[in-house]
C-alpha cells in the first residue's frame, strides 16, 4: 500500500464548478499535512496546511480525519488559474521528511 | 519567488556518468533538502542536511551522496547514472528541520540520462 494515495484524474471541470479532492495516508504516526499547488514541471508550491478542526483560506477547504486517515481538499467557484496538479502530503516525523502523492491533475475548461 | 535557486536547470549525461547538481538556500535557512520527482509521480524524498550533516535520508542507494556547506548551499552527487534516474531533482529549503518547516522549493533541475 502507498504511504499516500491520491485519485490521479484528471478532473474535467467547467469554470464555477465545485470539485473535491481526496487523499488517503497509512501511517497512524504522521504528524503534519499539507496540500501542495504543482504547475506543469515547476516546483511544487504550498497551497495550505491541513488541521483537524479543518481550515479555509477564500475558495479552499482542507479538512483532516485522524481517524480514517484521510484528507480532503474542497475547491469553490473553480477558476481556470486553479489548473494544476495538487499534491496531497504527510509528514510523517523525524525532520522535514515530506512524503508526496502521486497528484491529481486539475482542469477548469470555459 | 522563493528566493532558492538551482542549477543547471536542464542537464543531459549518458548512462554511467555522474553528476552533480547545485542549490542556494533562502538567506538564513539552515536546512536543505532533496527530492526527486519522476515524470507522473510525486517528489521522493532523498535526504536532508542541517548545518552540513546528513539527518536524514529517504530510499535512495549510496551513489547518491550530498553535501551542505557552511554558507547552507548545498549539493546533490549521482554516481555511475541509470536511466532511471531522469526526473526533475528538487532542493527545498526552510528555516530549520523539525517536522511542520514550511519548505520552500527551487524550480528544479531536469536531469535526462540517456
Known amino acids: 500500500r502507498k504511504e499516500v494515495e491520491q485519485d490521479p484524474g484528471p478532473f474535467n471541470v467547467p469554470e464555477g464548478a465545485t470539485v473535491a479532492f481526496n487523499c488517503t495516508y497509512s501511517n497512524s504516526a504522521s504528524q503534519s499535512f499539507f496540500w501542495y499547488r504543482q504547475d506543469c514541471r515547476k516546483e511544487p508550491k504550498l497551497l495550505m496546511s491541513?488541521?483537524?478542526s479543518g481550515n479555509e483560506d477564500g475558495r479552499f477547504t482542507a479538512q483532516l480525519n485522524r481517524a480514517s486517515q484521510y484528507i480532503s481538499l474542497l475547491i469553490r467557484d473553480s477558476k481556470l488559474s486553479d489548473s494544476a496538479t495538487y499534491l496531497c502530503v504527510v509528514n510523517q516525523g523525524g525532520g522535514n521528511k515530506l512524503t508526496f502523492g502521486t497528484g491529481t491533475q486539475l482542469k477548469v475548461e470555459l | 519567488e522563493t528566493g532558492v535557486t538551482q542549477s543547471p536547470t536542464h542537464l543531459i549525461k549518458t548512462r554511467g556518468q555522474q553528476v552533480t547538481l547545485r542549490c542556494s538556500s533562502q538567506s538564513g535557512h539552515n536546512t536543505v533538502s532533496w527530492y526527486q520527482q519522476a515524470l507522473g509521480q510525486g517528489p521522493q524524498f532523498i535526504f536532508q542536511?542541517?548545518?552540513?550533516?546528513e539527518n536524514g535520508r529517504g530510499n535512495f542507494p549510496p551513489r547518491f551522496s550530498g553535501l551542505q556547506f557552511p554558507n547552507y548551499s548545498s549539493e546533490l552527487n549521482v554516481n555511475a547514472l541509470e536511466l532511471d534516474d531522469s526526473a526533475l531533482y528538487l532542493c527545498?529549503?526552510?528555516?530549520?528541520w523539525g517536522g511542520g518547516e514550511k519548505l520552500f522549493f527551487g524550480s528544479g533541475t531536469q536531469l535526462s540520462v540517456l
Open positions: 542536511y542541517y548545518r552540513e550533516e
Open positions: 491541513v488541521y483537524s
Open positions: 527545498a529549503s526552510s528555516l530549520s
